[in-house]
């Protein structure tokens, strides 16, 4: 393939291939790879579900249990995938022998580099794939038949055994990048616990400001210019602990604004009750809140960015309790307006958010390196031979 610019004909600035395109071939999943379905009995410690697999393809987490567990038999070098909303991107490289619940698809690799395989399975096209024939509104499923005749560019397996390692060598450059943001969070904590010495007065949380809940307002409403607005479920991708930069914008006008001192709880989750109690401030003004959220507007001597520190880390499994469902689990003002927090002094306050925000600065950098390797990982993926 030439690099050369032509004046009559468009020519990709992209190199030479090192094999001809003759030899790339687009099977269908099920030539090259086969479903599991012989069950199996292992310990706890190796059984994988929708539950201890991590979102955007992250893995899984061990369970500690080591009871027996019976599920679909997997075995080193398969990939996992999870049937039960695909959208949360739960694919699993099995690096070890182990059983699966029936929620979660084992993927036999037959014809194809076992690690190659599973990163065409690791990647937004088979995602969207999957999504296109999904069953199910709040709990989409796929289809298994669908997935098996999604077609993949299959390479000479020299060329699977390169890329598979090349990707695998982003990975490994991710997950030391994680870590490295996980130490630096986990320091968060302890500072915080060391600098609110447990002293202050108690106040319960409708004492500490004025309760707004918020308008309705929808992703589709959501867009890349107009008023600045968060949406509810942003409360859990794109903001942390204290939100400093507003990301998102709607051209609806909304009456929920904030009034620049503010806590925001999200209202509703389909994970769990404890990842629900994760509120987040917002000391910026006029910006158009909506979803599924309610804020408190806290009045003078409480800061938004301490009282979300405190909440989350220190009264987050007390206020889950309050939190009511299963599928969709829901959090209600007037459940939790009578809690009581125990409130640092004003000059304490504001000494604990400076210092914590140092942190957060340090973070915020770590994280714009993580958006690169995974922004780089991502084009390799759409550009490559997947």
Known sequence: MSNENSKDKKVANVPNLRFGTGLISMPIISDVSGLRKTTKVFPKTLYISTE????????????????PIKGTYFKRGDTLVANIRPYLKKVFFAAFDG??????????????????????????????????????????????????????????LEEQKKTALFLSLIDERIVVQNKIISAYKSLMKPLFECMNDGGGQEFCIDEIGTYYSCDSLSWDEMSSKGYPAIIYGQLFTDYSLIIQDIVGHTKKQISSKSKGNDLLFPSST???????????????????????????????????????????????????????????????????????????????????????????KIIDVENKLLNCLEEQKKYFLKNLFI
């Open 52 to 67: 201890n697999l991590i979102s955007d393809f992250g893995g899984c987490k061990k369970f500690s249990e080591n009871i």
């Open 99 to 156: 059983c699966a619940s029936s929620d979660v698809l084992v993927f036999q690799p037959k014809k194809v580099f076992p690690l190659y395989f599973f990163y065409c399975l690791a990647n937004e096209k088979f995602i969207n794939y999957i999504m296109l024939n999904a069953k199910g509104s709040k709990m989409p499923r796929g289809d298994k038949g669908w997935m098996l005749k999604k077609k993949i560019a299959i390479v000479p």
């Open 270 to 360: 389909t994970v769990d009750s404890l990842s629900l109690i994760s509120p987040a401030s917002l000391s910026i003004v006029d910006i158009s809140l909506g979803g599924d959220m309610f804020f408190i507007a806290l009045n003078e001597g409480f800061n938004c960015d301490y009282l979300s520190l405190l909440i989350n880390f220190e009264y987050r499994k007390q206020l889950a309790r309050f939190a009511q469902g299963s599928t969709i689990i829901h959090l209600y003002y007037e459940s939790i307006k009578n809690f009581k927090l125990l409130i640092a002094p004003k000059e304490i306050q504001e000494k604990i958010v400076n210092c914590e925000k140092q942190i957060i």
